[in-house]
C-alpha cells in the first residue's frame, strides 16, 4: 500500500525553550541503547580470554557514546518524519525543544569522541566494527527506511554488531562464536520489529514509511516473523556445540525458543491483532533479557 503525503516541519525551536539535560538523554534513545550495551557486555564476557576491568569499563563507555552518537543522529535526519508519529512526535526535535543544530553536532562530537575511546582502550577492530555500526545506522539504515520495507534487515547489521564488538574486545578478530553472537542478534530484530510495524501499521504509514505490513500485507508480515523466530532459536542453539555455553543455557534457550515460536505461530490466526502483536514484542524484549542471563550464568570460559 503506498500513501501519498506531504511532510509538515518539525515544530519551530521555541524561543524561550533552554536545553535541558532529559532532552539530550531523550536523544540517545536510552533504553534501546541500555540494551544494545546489555548485548556488548554478554559477548565479551562469553568470549575466551578475559578482558581487564580497564578494557572492559573503555569498551562500555565507547560503546555507550556511539551508540548513543548514532541514535542522536536518527533523530537528527527523522525529525519531520517523528513529528508525524504519535510515538515519536513528543522527541525534542520534532516537539521544538531543541535546534536540529544541537541534535547534530551532540551526535557527531559523541560519535567521534568513541572512536579513539574504542580504538585505544579497547582494539582496532571493535573500533573499526563501532564505526562499520554507526556509519550504516545512520547513513544506510536511516535513509532507506523512507523507500524501502528491506531496509529493517539493513538496520538489523548495526542491531547485531554490538554483542560482536563485546567479543572482538576479547580476542580482537570476528571468529565463529562472534558470529554466532552476530547470527542471534541480527535475527532477533526481525520478528522483534515486525511485531512493532503489525502494532503501530498506522502510524508508519501516517509517517510515509514502508514498513513489511503496509507493503506485503498482515498475512506475509506473519510468516516472516515465525522464518526468522526459527533462524533465531536455530542460531541460539549453536551456542552449544560451539562451547560458549553449557547444558543449563542450551535448555533454557530451547524452551524460550519453543515458547516464541509457539507465540508467534499463534498470531498465523486471523483473529490475532495488535494485541497479540504487542504481547510478542514485549516477549521479545524479555526474551533477549532471559536468553542473555542465561548466556551469562552458564559460560563455558
Ligand atoms: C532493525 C532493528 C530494530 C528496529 C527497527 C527497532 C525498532 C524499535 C521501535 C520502533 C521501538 C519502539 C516500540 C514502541 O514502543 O512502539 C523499539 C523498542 C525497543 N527496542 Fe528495538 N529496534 C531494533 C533493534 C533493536 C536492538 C538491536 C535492540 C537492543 C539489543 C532493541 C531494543 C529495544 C528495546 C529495549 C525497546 C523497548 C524500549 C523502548 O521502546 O525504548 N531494538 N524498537
Ligand atoms: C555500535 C552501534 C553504533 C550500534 C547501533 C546500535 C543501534 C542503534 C541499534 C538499533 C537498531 C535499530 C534499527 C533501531 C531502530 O531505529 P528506528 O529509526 O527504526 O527507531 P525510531 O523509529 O524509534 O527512531
Known amino acids: 500500500m503506498?500513501?501519498?503525503?506531504?511532510?509538515?516541519?518539525?515544530?519551530p525551536l521555541e524561543a524561550a525553550a533552554s536545553l535541558r539535560f532529559a532532552d539530550f538523554v531523550?536523544?540517545?534513545?536510552?533504553?534501546?541503547?541500555?540494551?544494545?550495551?546489555?548485548?556488548?557486555?554478554?559477548?565479551?564476557?562469553?568470549?575466551?580470554?578475559?578482558?581487564?576491568?580497564?578494557?572492559?569499563?573503555?569498551?562500555?563507555?565507547?560503546?555507550?557514546?556511539i551508540v548513543s552518537g548514532a541514535n542522536a543522529l536518527n533523530m537528527y535526519i527523522?525529525?519531520?518524519?517523528?513529528?508525524?508519529?504519535?510515538?515519536?512526535?513528543?522527541?525534542?526535535?520534532?516537539?521544538?525543544?531543541?535546534?536540529?543544530?544541537?541534535?547534530?553536532?551532540?551526535?557527531?562530537?559523541?560519535?567521534?569522541?568513541?572512536?579513539?575511546?574504542?580504538?585505544?582502550?579497547?582494539?582496532?577492530?571493535?573500533?573499526?566494527?563501532?564505526?562499520?555500526?554507526?556509519?550504516?545506522?545512520?547513513?544506510?539504515y536511516t535513509p532507506l527506511k523512507q523507500r524501502s520495507h528491506v531496509a529493517l534487515f539493513v538496520g538489523a547489521v548495526p542491531g547485531a554488531i554490538p554483542p560482536l564488538m563485546g567479543w572482538t574486545a576479547s580476542t580482537?578478530?570476528?571468529?565463529?562464536?562472534?558470529?554466532?553472537?552476530?547470527?542471534i542478534l541480527f535475527f532477533w530484530q526481525i520478528p522483534h520489529f515486525l511485531a512493532i510495524a503489525l502494532f503501530r501499521k498506522e502510524d508508519y504509514a501516517r509517517a510515509g514509511l514502508h514498513?513489511?505490513?503496509?507493503?506485503?500485507?498482515?498475512?506475509?508480515?506473519?510468516?516472516?516473523?515465525?522464518?526468522?523466530?526459527?533462524?533465531?532459536?536455530?542460531?541460539?542453539?549453536?551456542?552449544?556445540?560451539?562451547?560458549?555455553?553449557g547444558r543449563g543455557y542450551l535448555l533454557t534457550a530451547f524452551v524460550l525458543g519453543c515458547v516464541f515460536l509457539g507465540w508467534a505461530s499463534y498470531g498465523l490466526r486471523e483473529s490475532s491483532g495488535n494485541k497479540w502483536a504487542r504481547s510478542l514484542f514485549f516477549y521479545s524484549i524479555a526474551y533477549l533479557v532471559l536468553l542473555f542471563i542465561a548466556l551469562a550464568a552458564d559460560a563455558r570460559v
Open 26 to 65: 531523550a536523544l540517545t534513545k536510552p533504553r534501546i541503547t541500555a540494551m544494545v550495551i546489555i548485548t556488548a557486555a554478554g559477548g565479551m564476557c562469553l568470549a575466551p580470554p578475559q578482558v581487564s576491568a580497564m578494557t572492559m569499563v573503555m569498551l562500555l563507555l565507547g560503546m555507550g557514546l
Open 211 to 245: 514498513v513489511m505490513p503496509n507493503v506485503l500485507g498482515i498475512s506475509a508480515t506473519k510468516q516472516s516473523i515465525i522464518t526468522h523466530t526459527g533462524a533465531l532459536v536455530a542460531s541460539t542453539l549453536l551456542i552449544f556445540p560451539l562451547g560458549i555455553a
Open 172 to 183: 580482537a578478530h570476528c571468529d565463529a562464536g562472534g558470529l554466532a553472537l552476530f547470527a
Open 78 to 140: 527523522e525529525r519531520d518524519i517523528d513529528a508525524h508519529m504519535v510515538r515519536t512526535r513528543k522527541r525534542p526535535l520534532p516537539a521544538g525543544r531543541m535546534s536540529p543544530k544541537t541534535a547534530l553536532w551532540f551526535g557527531v562530537a559523541i560519535s567521534i569522541i568513541s572512536v579513539p575511546i574504542l580504538a585505544i582502550g579497547v582494539n582496532a577492530t571493535t573500533a573499526l566494527l563501532g564505526v562499520l555500526a554507526n556509519v550504516s545506522y545512520v547513513l544506510g
Open 2 to 11: 503506498s500513501t501519498s503525503f506531504s511532510l509538515p516541519e518539525s515544530k
